[in-house]
Nanobody, 114 residues
Framework: QVQLVESGGGLVQAGGSARLSCAAS?????MAWYRQPPGKQREFVAR???????NYADSVKGRFTVSRDNAKNTMYLRMNSLKPEDTAVYYC???????????WGQGTQVTVSS
C-alpha cells in the first residue's frame, strides 16, 4: 500500500488561486485528485499518468492544472479562478489501470469565500 500525503489548500477568496501537493511514498502510474464538497459525494477532479497524460472533470477544465514530478513522486494541482463551489476536501488518490482509486490521502480542505 502506498502512502499519500496532501498539503496546501486553506481559505482563498473567489477568483483567487491555490496549489495543492501530494507526495507519494513510491512511484505510481496514475495519480488523481478527487474532492468532496460539503454534504455531497466524492467526485473526480483530475488525473495524470507517469507519462504526463491528463484528464479533467468538465467543471474544472481551463481553471485547474494537474502536474507531477516523477523524480519526487509528487503530484500538484494548480487551481485558478476559484469559485465558492470549489469548496471541498481535496483528496489525492492512486488509481489502478481502470482509473479506479485504490489508495487515498488524508485530504486537505480548500474553502473559497465569496
Amino acid at each position: 500500500q502506498v502512502q499519500l500525503v496532501e498539503s496546501g489548500g486553506g481559505l482563498v477568496q473567489a477568483g483567487g488561486s491555490a496549489r495543492l501537493s501530494c507526495a507519494a511514498s513510491a512511484s505510481i502510474f496514475s495519480m488523481a485528485w478527487y474532492r468532496q464538497p460539503p454534504g455531497k459525494q466524492r467526485e473526480f477532479v483530475a488525473r495524470i499518468t507517469r507519462g504526463g497524460t491528463t484528464n479533467y472533470a468538465d467543471s474544472v477544465k481551463g481553471r485547474f492544472t494537474v502536474s507531477r514530478d516523477n523524480a519526487k513522486n509528487t503530484m500538484y494541482l494548480r487551481m485558478n479562478s476559484l469559485k465558492p463551489e470549489d469548496t471541498a476536501v481535496y483528496y489525492c488518490a492512486r488509481e489502478d489501470l481502470l482509473g479506479r482509486p485504490s489508495d487515498w490521502g488524508q485530504g486537505t480542505q480548500v474553502t473559497v469565500s465569496s
